[in-house]
C-alpha cells in the first residue's frame, strides 16, 4: 500500500463520502464526480489550488495518472493501492473588508466574451446587463443571470468565470449574505452549465474561492500591488483568469456607483473601497 501525504486539502469535509469516478483528466488537474453531481478535484502545485480537493506535488501528480475511481472517508482518499492524506487543510475563505479598486489598464488578455480587459467597462459588450442584475439584486429582487451563466467557451465558461469574480468582490465587502440568492439554485444552475463550473460556484456562494483568486483578493484588501497575483490569475485556463479578474472589475465598479449615489443622500464613508492614501 503505497501512503501519499499530499501538501494540502481543502473542501473535502464538505463532500460527501463514497464512491468518485473519473470525469475529466488534465495536465495540472484530475476531476472526479459523486452522483449527485459534486466534483472533487485533484491539483498540480504550480498554478494554485481549487477550493475543493487535494493538492499535490508533482511526482505525487504522476503517480494518480491512470486512477479512474476513489473512495472518500473523511479527508482521506483511497485509490486502487493508494491512500491519499493531507499534511494541511486549509480554508480557501475571504475576510471581509474594504479594498483597493483594480486598475485593467494594464492587461490586454483576452477575456471569452467581451474583448480586452483595458478597454473601458462602460463601452463592453454585456457590461449594462450585468449592471442591471446587480441593481435587482441590491434592491432585493432576485437576479436573472440565465442568460450568463454557461456562456462562451470552456470547461468553466466565460459567463461563469465572470460571476465568480463578483461574487468574490461581494463576498469580500461582507455583504453577499444580506441579500436574496444572488445564484440560481444548485439543482437549477446544474441544468445551465458543466458540472465543473457548478462546482466553483457553488464553492463560491459559500465564500470559498481558488488560492489565484484569494491572492487577487487579498493583495487589494492590503493595500499591497496586486499585479504579481494578477497575473498569477490571468495564467488560470484559457480565458479563465481574464474572466475571473473581468468579474472582480466590474462589482468593483458597480459598489463604487453605488457607494457615490448613497453619499450623496446621507454622510458617512465609504465601507467596501478605499484609496490606500
Not at 35 to 56: D, I, N, S, W
Request: some cysteine; aromatic content about 8%.
Amino acid at each position: 500500500m503505497i501512503i501519499i501525504n499530499t501538501l494540502a486539502s481543502a473542501g473535502l469535509d464538505q463532500l460527501p463520502d463514497g464512491e468518485w469516478k473519473l470525469h475529466s483528466r488534465f495536465s495540472q488537474a484530475i476531476n472526479f464526480c459523486y452522483p449527485g453531481g459534486e466534483l472533487l478535484t485533484l491539483f498540480r502545485y504550480g498554478k494554485g489550488m481549487g477550493p475543493a480537493g487535494v493538492l499535490m506535488n508533482t511526482e505525487q501528480f504522476q503517480r494518480v495518472d491512470n486512477v479512474t475511481r476513489i473512495i472518500k472517508q473523511g479527508n482521506t482518499l483511497r485509490a486502487q493501492n493508494i491512500i491519499i492524506r493531507s499534511r494541511r487543510v486549509l480554508r480557501l475563505q475571504l475576510p471581509a473588508g474594504a479594498f483597493t479598486p483594480v486598475d485593467l489598464s494594464f492587461y490586454t488578455h483576452q477575456s471569452g466574451l467581451v474583448g480586452a480587459l483595458n478597454q473601458p467597462l462602460d463601452i463592453m459588450p454585456l457590461y449594462p446587463e450585468i449592471i442591471a442584475q446587480l441593481e435587482c439584486w441590491h434592491h432585493g429582487a432576485v437576479p436573472d443571470w440565465h442568460w450568463l451563466i454557461g456562456r462562451g467557451p470552456g470547461l468553466t465558461p466565460s459567463g461563469d468565470d465572470m460571476l465568480t469574480g463578483m461574487i468574490a468582490v461581494l463576498h469580500a465587502c461582507g455583504i453577499f449574505t444580506q441579500q436574496p440568492s444572488f445564484l440560481p439554485p444548485k439543482d437549477r444552475l446544474a441544468q445551465l452549465t458543466t458540472s465543473v463550473s457548478c462546482s466553483y460556484l457553488n464553492s463560491a456562494r459559500i465564500g470559498e474561492f481558488s488560492t489565484p483568486v484569494l491572492r487577487v483578493i487579498r493583495s487589494l484588501q492590503s493595500g499591497r500591488d496586486p499585479h504579481s497575483a494578477i497575473c498569477r490569475l490571468l495564467a488560470v485556463g484559457h480565458t479563465s483568469g481574464a474572466d475571473i479578474v473581468l468579474g472582480i472589475a466590474i462589482a468593483q465598479r458597480w459598489l463604487q456607483v453605488s457607494d457615490s449615489r448613497r453619499r450623496h443622500a446621507r454622510s458617512g464613508n465609504n465601507t467596501h473601497v478605499y484609496s490606500g492614501c
